[in-house]
């Protein structure tokens, strides 16, 4: 606090000041020093005191450590509570967490000085009002708090209007919870010259719109490292026609898309495939080429080494990879499996895609119900209640 003995000191210089140094040729170095040192003093206390006011308003409404307050209290200097009070209240009624709200502060502390009503209440209202729901506004704004900064009118909109023109209101707003790149950077620099490739390429508006929906950071690659994607993807004898083909394309413009390639390569060659049966089961099913190589392991271990099947039927059937191992091939796995035991069904007449492909109730149909008066815990291995070994 502020003595009251320095307030007085001061207010008696300034009335010194006035009366004996009235010219207005006079310089801050024509005070005397005792008065200079004075107002110094008098300065200092009241930016501590500001200081002091900010981190703690910073640590006790919006829920930061005393670390990043004091940090964030060098960006900005609250006067009084009252417009960070409306910014928090502003958040708090449209579904932002604490844990948000802190996030937010953290990464923008500036945002506590914002027009909450002019400023921050068009854009979150807007985001909802184009079908995004205020728990996915909450997490978007979190996650990407420079959406609140960009211009309304010049950058979202535009950019929103740009995806309501390719895509469906439910589409169009899916990509604004998939991710707001396409916002931050804006349509006109990447996305409208790549989508204007893949019409010269002969991409259909179909899977131009797939592409957007579901991979729109994709799209925002360099134009001309994009162009080359597209050109790799149409010799590898991907018909630009197809769907298969916007898959494909993401998957090349994915993070680290050369390494993973390069690695999911050697991975399926331990497994005796060759570049070949890499490439025709890359047409058939482009995502084979994102897994990780551990789930590659794990899937070739079980159906190779514990079932049986050859190792290159997985290339004719690579959309196994996809498929989860704990929900799907693992259950019927051990179904099979205990069939093969019993000498019911034999593996070199038993078609991989015959046992993974279907949905569950033709699977059921094929290869438990039909065999539950020959094995009657057929059900219960495929369930997880009983053990291979215990049939």
Not at 10 to 37: M, N
Request: net charge positive; hydrophobic share 40%.
């Amino acid at each position: 606090m502020i003595s009251l003995c320095n307030l007085k000191s001061l207010r008696l210089g300034f009335s010194i000041f006035s009366s004996t140094f009235a010219s207005k040729d006079l310089k801050p170095s024509h005070f005397p020093l005792q008065i200079q040192l004075l107002c110094r003093n008098f300065s200092s206390e009241i930016s501590q005191n500001h200081h002091g006011f900010t981190v703690s308003y910073l640590i006790n409404s919006c829920g930061l450590s005393p670390e990043n307050a004091i940090s964030a209290s060098k960006t900005i200097k609250l006067q009084s509570p009252e417009r960070a009070d409306s910014v928090l209240a502003l958040l708090g009624s449209h579904g932002f967490s604490q844990t948000q709200i802190s996030k937010l502060v953290r990464s923008r502390p500036r945002f506590l000085l914002a027009d909450p009503d002019q400023t921050l209440l068009p854009k979150l209202e807007f985001f909802s009002s184009i079908g995004v729901s205020r728990e996915d506004v909450a997490r978007i704004v979190a996650y990407s708090p420079n959406l609140l900064v960009l211009s309304l009118r010049k950058r979202t909109v535009p950019t929103y209007e740009f995806l309501r023109s390719m895509l469906s209101e439910k589409n169009a707003a899916s990509v604004v919870k998939r991710g707001t790149w396409i916002f931050l950077e804006g349509h006109s620099k990447n996305v409208e010259p790549n989508i204007g490739i893949l019409r010269e390429s002969g991409m259909p508006q179909s899977c131009i719109s797939l592409l957007l929906a579901r991979f729109p950071r994709e799209l925002m690659w360099k134009t001309e490292k994009f162009g080359e994607v597209v050109d790799v993807v149409k010799q590898m004898g991907f018909n630009l026609e197809k769907s298969t083909s916007a898959v494909a394309i993401s998957t090349l413009c994915g993070h680290n898309g050369k390494s993973r390639w390069d690695q999911n390569l050697e991975a399926y060659k331990r497994w005796g495939w060759s570049e070949d049966d890499v490439l025709s089961a890359f047409r058939r099913f482009p995502q084979c080429m994102t897994k990780s190589e551990k789930k590659i392991a794990q899937v070739m271990e079980l159906l190779v080494n514990k079932m049986g099947w050859p190792s290159r039927m997985i290339a004719k059937y690579p959309v196994v990879m996809g498929l989860s191992l704990e929900k799907r091939i693992i259950p019927r796995c051990k179904v099979v499996k205990v069939l093969l035991l019993k000498g019911l069904v034999n593996i070199e007449n038993l078609s991989l895609g015959f046992v993974l492909k279907p949905v569950e109730k033709k699977f059921l149909k094929s290869f438990v119900t039909r065999y539950l008066h020959q094995v009657p815990q057929i059900a219960s291995v495929y369930h997880g209640n009983v053990d291979i070994q215990d049939v």
